[in-house]
């Protein structure tokens, strides 16, 4: 078997060393943008994961987010829990929120919405909601009669199009809201937000306390409790420690929430992802086994002498397994270096979606050695197959054909 | 050395198989530098390469130095073709993609001589036929009959019991002719090789010691030209 070896990889290192350096560099050519096209499309979707997990840090959810236990509508004791949660090391900010179902009118157009009531000044520390109000102010802390609305419902902003809207609402503008327990308020509107995303465009924001007031609530009830930490990547661990420190609620972190909430909504954009993997290592393969299959034909002549002259049809496979390893090692050691160039070039200039949404792609350390291991099992198989069954052939047929 | 019994060879089955060999019987002694002559299609080739254990035989016995050859096992078979037998092809079969070095050295290595022991088994054969200075070229940058030379020093490198040559003339010319079928004679004076040569210039003739004639795949006549005993 070692003579095999040492036989086999001198006839893979002739036929490399003297053999058409074009063919070679066009084989490495192809085989790199099969390398590509394996791992190119799941780093743009591993980039649009990241926007999308970051918008959900940044509106609904924070680091980490504490919610009612089991079928409770409320978090009973929200203050109790922001107090323990405050006082837990590591966690930078943490406020209480109401959600709540309405529908909102303006001039005769209704839409159904869902209204956010939050302490204002809070916020600050919390989520981008002040920062994104594209005309007019954020709520101020004891904004009562006021509202900001989203600029999908608002009717101004990007994919106003798409969904039902006010019309024209403008800062100053009246509108109705009737909430889920048939209660009525009129406020004024007192900005747009504009995050160029539905999760926020389609909400409004009201004062915490409009809530309370609304559904009649007492003892700091909350739907939700947000926290932020000091440091990205504590969050598992802070978590833990809110847990310790008596909070009897349901807590999440954000990651445990992108899991159920983001892998649910990318799961069509998941299979698609999986589809293009599996027809790119399908055409890959079809090539690699193309490719080496030519080389084989080619050489069947080679090949029958080898054998004549007592050369062990196994060195022979042997060299093809080698000759196609070094082959698509060389095509994934280029198709690296255009993938790096390529991930470089978006990360500098990001693709931009919705105008304001920039996709950086994600480099996937794991993804990047599967796609490797996957090139290099897939060669060897695709040396060896057309090899071996050419090493098969008597010498008679292999030589002179017939 | 070699001893043939009623060799047949057959191609294809019922009325249309071509009777290639129709039944030939000889014996070839240790140090003989045989000849087989016959036209075209007289069933030469057929027997060569059955000789050299590249084809089977349809019937007929078939022995080494009385091993039964015939009924080996391939991977047997392929051990004595790298150990034993040397076969000269008409048209050298050199791998284009090796020097000639290289080109003698891989049969070395396949039977597990190390680095250094296989570059000196190929430079020495290389020696032989007169071209251990030509040892880096690859074969694009040799003549017919350097390649020819190469052949046979891959051939004999691993010092055969016994080496075959299919028409290794056929493609050179005189001058050519001249210096393969000198490192021949030179083989087999020197060291005494066992050679078994396909041809049909009845000059070649003057080189070998015994002349075996084919005619329509029977053997015809049986010359001895000259008595190595003397
Ligand atoms: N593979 C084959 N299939 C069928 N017929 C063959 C084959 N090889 C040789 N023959 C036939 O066998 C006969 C002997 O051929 P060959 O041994 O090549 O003759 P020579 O070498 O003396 O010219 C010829 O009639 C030839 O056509
Ligand atoms: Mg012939």
Same mark, same amino acid.
């Given at each position: ?87 837990? @090391? ?24 869902? =209204? ?75 900005? =747009? ?11 409004? +924001? ?28 504590? @969050? ?53 086994? =193309? ?46 270096? +255009?993938?790096?160039? +390529? ?16 996709? #950086? ?16 099992? +897939?060669?060897? =198989? ?6 071996? #069954? ?13 | ?230």
């Amino acid at each position: 078997m070692i003579d095999d070896i040492r036989v086999g990889s001198l006839i893979a290192y002739c036929s490399v060393k003297r053999g058409n350096k074009k063919t070679l560099m066009f084989i490495v050519f192809v085989l790199s943008l099969i390398f590509m096209n394996l791992v190119f499309l799941p780093s743009m979707i591993g980039g649009m994961m990241v926007l999308f997990t970051g918008m959900m840090q940044d509106y609904p959810y924070g680091d980490i987010v504490i919610e009612p236990m089991d079928d409770n509508t409320y978090i009973n004791n929200a203050d109790s829990v922001l107090q323990k949660v405050r006082a837990v @090391e590591g966690v930078r900010a943490a406020t209480k929120r109401l959600d709540a179902g309405a529908s909102i009118e303006h001039k005769q157009k209704v839409v159904g919405a869902s =209204i956010t009531g939050l302490l204002p000044t809070e916020e600050l520390e919390i989520s981008q909601y002040p920062y994104i109000i594209s005309e007019g102010d954020f709520l101020g802390e004891l904004s009562r009669d006021e509202i900001i609305i989203g600029a999908m419902i608002a009717g101004t902003g990007f994919g106003s199009e798409i969904y039902d809207n006010l019309g024209e609402v403008r800062p100053g503008s009246l509108v109705d809201v009737t909430y889920s327990n048939g209660v009525k308020r009129t406020y004024k509107v007192k900005g =747009i937000m504009e995050g160029s995303f539905e999760l926020v465009d389609l909400n409004a +924001l009201v004062n915490y306390k409009e809530i309370e007031d609304v559904y009649g609530l007492e003892g700091s009830k909350a739907t939700s409790v947000v926290v932020r930490v000091d440091k990205q990547g504590t @969050e598992g661990q802070i978590k833990d420690k809110i847990r310790e420190a008596g909070v009897n609620e349901q807590i999440f972190t954000w990651a445990d929430k992108s899991e159920t909430l983001i892998k649910q909504a990318m799961q069509s954009m998941g299979a698609i992802d999986t589809m293009s993997k599996f027809v790119s290592l399908i055409v890959g393969a079809a090539l690699v086994l =193309i490719i080496i299959y030519i080389n084989v034909l080619n050489r069947k002549k080679e090949i029958g002498i080898l054998k004549a002259v007592g050369i062990t049809p196994r060195s022979i496979v042997l060299s093809y397994a080698f000759l196609s390893t070094f082959y698509v090692s060389l095509g994934i050691l280029s198709g690296l270096i +255009l993938y790096f160039s +390529l991930m470089f070039y978006f990360q500098a200039n990001p693709v931009v979606f919705y105008e304001t949404m920039e996709i #950086s792609p994600q480099i996937d350390p794991v993804l990047l050695i599967e796609s490797i291991v996957t090139m290099l099992t +897939l060669s060897v =198989i695709a040396g060896i197959l057309p090899a071996w #069954s050419v090493s098969k052939e008597s010498i008679l047929k292999a030589i002179w054909g017939r | 050395m070699i001893i043939v019994k009623n060799l047949k060879r057959y191609y294809g089955t019922g009325k249309t198989a071509v009777r290639a060999l129709k039944g030939v019987s000889f014996e070839i002694k240790k140090g003989e530098f045989v000849a087989i002559m016959g036209a075209s299609g007289s069933g030469k080739t057929t027997l060569l390469r059955i000789l050299a254990l590249l084809d089977d035989a349809t019937d007929g016995e078939y022995t080494i130095r009385g091993l039964e050859v015939s009924s080996l096992p391939e991977a047997e078979r392929s051990y004595y073709r790298l150990t034993q037998v040397g076969y000269v092809f008409q048209d050298y079969a050199l791998i284009n993609e090796m020097s000639a070095a290289e080109n003698v050295y891989i049969l070395s290595m396949m039977e597990g001589k190390s680095r250094k022991e296989s570059y000196a088994t190929a430079l020495e054969a290389l020696d032989k036929v007169g071209l251990k200075d030509k040892h880096n070229r690859i074969p694009d940058e040799l003549s017919g009959g350097e390649k020819q030379r190469v052949a046979i020093a891959r051939a004999i490198a691993k010092k055969p019991d016994i080496l075959f040559a299919d028409e290794p003339c056929a493609n050179l010319d005189t001058t050519n002719s001249k210096q393969v079928l000198d490192v021949f004679k030179e083989l087999n004076e020197k060291y005494g090789q066992t050679i078994v040569m396909v041809t049909h210039e009845l000059w070649h003739t003057e080189y070998v010691d015994r002349v075996i004639t084919l005619e329509d795949g029977n053997l015809v006549s049986d010359e001895i030209k000259r008595n190595r005993e003397e």
